[in-house]
């Protein structure tokens, strides 16, 4: 296992579109993440899920976006109508609830969104 | 809530020198871990160390080692013999941590771009 992948890389989209993002987390992990990170600033968690289902979502997540686990191992995060601040990197994480490791985070190289 | 912030945006060392990064962060509860991350130019981020609260032992990963002042909120992170592949942003995180298993969502300061000089 080469770690967590997500897919595309980068998209752009014209304002209005809709865009879809998948995250292949770490093949044993059954914690996973998603975060936004805006040019020079921390990550912004948006939601998790344990297996499939999504356990907390943040208020940054407004009804446009939606995220799936469906059967517990990849994600998708949607995000309809797309408006020019929705531009940003989005990451994924995966990680294991209990054991040594608790608690670390594994991320993917993200998937950069311009909204033109 | 957790907050956390890192007060310096951007901080620069010599090859082979030592240099810290400051953390404070801000939570109501007593259990937690805290962490810092290395996200290099381009690349994934990548955990460098993690300490539990509940230890007072500070945490140390070669290079890389931590103060962590539990009364004061404080968490710096020290890099010793500076390399240029340390050049990267820095990010501190805490995460609540609930009997053994952890919340866990992270939340991550500011970051602070180090920039190692040959």
């Known amino acids: 296992d080469t770690g967590v992948s997500q897919n595309p890389r980068h998209k752009i989209t014209k304002r209005g579109q809709n865009v879809t993002f998948r995250c292949d987390p770490i093949?044993?992990?059954?914690?996973l993440y998603w975060y936004r990170q805006t040019l020079g600033q921390g990550p912004e968690f948006l939601t998790y899920f344990q297996n499939e289902a999504q356990l907390e979502k943040s208020r940054l997540l407004s009804d446009r976006f939606s995220a799936e686990r469906p059967k517990g191992s990849f994600s998708t995060l949607e995000i309809q109508r797309t408006e020019q601040g929705d531009s940003a990197m989005y990451l994924c994480?995966?990680?294991?609830?209990?054991?040594?490791?608790?608690?670390?985070?594994?991320f993917g190289e993200g998937s950069r969104l311009t909204v033109l | 809530a957790q907050t956390v912030t890192q007060s310096q945006p951007e901080m620069s060392v010599q090859e082979a020198e030592t240099v810290t990064l400051s953390c404070t962060y801000d939570t109501s509860e007593n259990n937690y871990y805290l962490f810092w991350y290395k996200q290099p130019p381009s690349r994934q981020m990548i955990l460098v160390i993690r300490q539990e609260a509940y230890k007072q032992q500070n945490a140390t990963e070669n290079r890389f080692s931590v103060n962590f002042q539990k009364a004061a909120k404080s968490f710096s992170l020290k890099i010793s013999d500076s390399q240029l592949g340390d050049t990267a942003m820095y990010f501190c995180a805490s995460q609540l941590n609930a009997g053994g298993t952890s919340y866990g969502k992270l939340t991550f300061g500011q970051g602070t771009i180090l920039t190692v000089h040959p």
């Open positions: 994480a995966s990680s294991l609830a209990g054991g040594l490791r608790t608690g670390e985070l594994f």
């Open positions: 093949s044993e992990h059954n914690r």
